[in-house]
């Protein structure tokens, strides 16, 4: 037993002064209350005695009882602190050791796409791809290009065929596939002229199934930025835009942009709708009587500029609103195709006569509607077919064609581009 020094070790200091209540003891006690009050009156309890009291038992089942509860109803503030640890944790390892990246998806696989283009002359259409080639070459481009041609040319190294050395150069140069096919030839009722009759060879890039997708473009244009992107657009047969040039009632599409998904099942309508067309109809017309209704539709602005829309008084129908003002130097620095369109002036590859050339480019306008007068149309129109030409001559070493008899008029041939600046600053 401790001794009441013993005590003074272990218990608190209220619980060693003597008790006024009766401890539990014997049965003896219990049936003597008199007694029991006199013997604890002189009688210090042990410490046994007092563990075994009835208010040390309740206080202790009380708090046993009130930490069972807050462990059980109140569990967020340990959990709360529990995670407010571990978040200090990662911030401390995070600014220690960087967290790892996720890696990126993979790219597209370009070599599931391309750029088409046919060719049915030797000299300008061919030279005409050479530069479209050229241009996705040095707008570092990623899809595959190709190029169908007359399978009766011969393609050799070191020939002097001006065809043969420029189908070398796109292979060697711009990483061409060159793919001979049989000319799709049918007679043509235009002033004689086998160009339009030749176009329907473009409806072979249908036939190009080692490919997912193929951008058929025409090369009497001008490209200013790749058009990669639409290579990502949703699936469909076909995707043009409209020809916002005619009449928008009649829905035509333009075929001078192409996005196509090449199909056995699709080339054999086009062919079976050629070979029932009426004398005047050609590529374009059979699209649309195709697809008009089904094909998904391209936006024009930006992938098919006409140049004469640099001439023209009111722009709402390429804006694709009546509100927003012509700016000519945007609308060029935003544009991705422009097509060379402004007959009765000739193709880019042809000289146009000086005093044509005065007549038909685009006139000085006032802005807005003040005396300051702006010749930005002008200028751009003007240098888009300088760098044609210029870009001709360099590449294909070809000088301008002059204008076939009667077409001048006895007018003089305008020679000199140099005073043409490049507008796209």
Sequence with gaps: MFSRQDLSLVLPAFLQKPFRYTPLGSSANRADETTSTTTSASHAPSWWDVLNSKR??????????????????????????????????????????????????????????????YVTDRTNYLCNSVLIFEALNRLDSKPDRFVMYPDNWKVEEKSEDLHSRLLVKMREEYRVHLVPVKLQTRESQDSGSSTWGDSFTKLLAFNQTQYDRVLSLDSDTTLLQHMDELFNMP??????????????????????????????????????????????????DLVNDLYKDNAMVLPHRKYDLLTGEFKADDHARYLGNDLEKWDADKILNETHLVHFSDWPYPKPWIRAPEELTTKLQPPCKSENGTEIETCRDREIWLWLYHDFAERRKNLCGLDLQDPPPGQGMGMKVKRNYRSFHNPRR
């Design 56 to 117: 040390v038992r309740t206080i202790g089942i009380g708090s046993l009882v009130a930490i069972v509860l807050l462990v059980l109803f109140f569990p967020g503030r340990r959990r709360g602190r529990a995670i407010i640890h571990h978040a200090q944790e990662k911030d401390d390892a995070s600014s220690s050791t960087p967290a790892a990246l996720p890696p990126r998806p993979p790219g597209p696989d370009w070599t599931r796409f391309a750029y088409g283009q």
């Design 235 to 284: 699936s469909a047969p076909i995707a043009m835009p409209r020809a916002y040039w005619l009449n928008p009632d009649d829905r035509t599409l333009s075929s001078q942009v192409v996005l196509l998904e090449p199909s056995k099942f699709e080339l054999d309508r086009l062919m079976n709708r050629m070979d029932h067309r009426k004398g005047n109809e050609y590529d374009m």
